[in-house]
């Protein structure tokens, strides 16, 4: 079965500077790949996902890269705030006939003010 | 629009009690899933249902049982609860784009 593995496991950045979070999946047949924020308290949100014909996406500060050759996938924030803080979750599905999705362990990210 | 709704929010258990956990989605969602989230494990399916009436096994499912006699509603069952099994549980549905997610459930067994 898939596996996700996401590195690293905790991030600490200052306000404004950037911060990578890398993925990588063993399913060749995984096609769709979403990332989750999940703040203290609540339950995960999905932020921003990524199709297999799709090498990257943007949406405002933050952006996702796949490179399907290699089984990578990262999740970029640039300019980042506090608000960013949260533990942020990869995961990846093959989209079969349900959406039946394998998330990573997730990566605690720290914005210092 | 509420979305996706679990009860309780919190609940301690003694060791050999049984408890049901509810989840109820509004979006007419087809996929419903349990989830349990340990630290340092991330989230783990325990059980998923597909439709009304099917449910199946996902990768931690023993200790649990589910049921999904309507749509909207997914239960989950612990008939005897461990210290084990002392962990936050999400609910979530979905359609074939993205998981919306409940708020969780925290539950200690002592």
């Known amino acids: 079965g898939e596996n996700v593995e996401q590195h690293p496991s905790t991030l600490s950045v200052q306000e404004g500077d950037s911060a990578v979070i890398k993925c990588t999946y063993s399913?060749?047949?995984?096609?769709?790949f979403p990332w989750y924020k999940q703040e203290l308290g609540k339950g995960p949100q999905l932020i921003i996902d990524?199709?297999?014909?799709?090498g990257e996406k943007k949406d405002q500060r933050i952006a996702v890269t796949l490179n399907k050759t290699a089984k990578h996938f990262s999740l970029h924030i640039t300019e980042t705030q506090p608000e960013d803080s949260a533990v942020y979750f990869c995961a990846a599905s093959t989209g079969t006939s349900y959406d039946k999705v394998i998330f990573g362990p997730g990566t605690s990210l720290s914005v210092i003010p | 629009n509420a979305g996706v709704t679990q009860t309780p929010k919190f609940r301690v258990l003694k060791t050999g009690q049984s408890m049901t956990l509810l989840c109820a989605q509004d979006m007419n969602h087809e996929y419903m899933y349990w989830y349990r989230q340990d630290p340092g494990m991330g989230l783990r399916l325990i059980h998923y249902?597909?439709?009304?009436?099917?449910?199946a096994k996902g990768e931690v499912p023993d200790g649990y049982n589910v049921s999904r006699l309507k749509k909207q509603n997914f239960l989950l069952g612990l008939e005897s609860a461990a210290p084990s099994q002392t962990s936050v549980y999400f609910c979530?549905?979905?359609?074939?784009?993205?998981?919306?997610f409940g708020s969780g459930t925290r539950l200690t067994v002592v």
């Open positions: 249902s597909v439709g009304e009436g099917t449910t």
């Open positions: 990524i199709r297999s014909n799709v």
């Open positions: 979530a549905s979905s359609t074939r784009v993205g998981y919306t």
């Open positions: 399913d060749s047949a995984s096609n769709y």
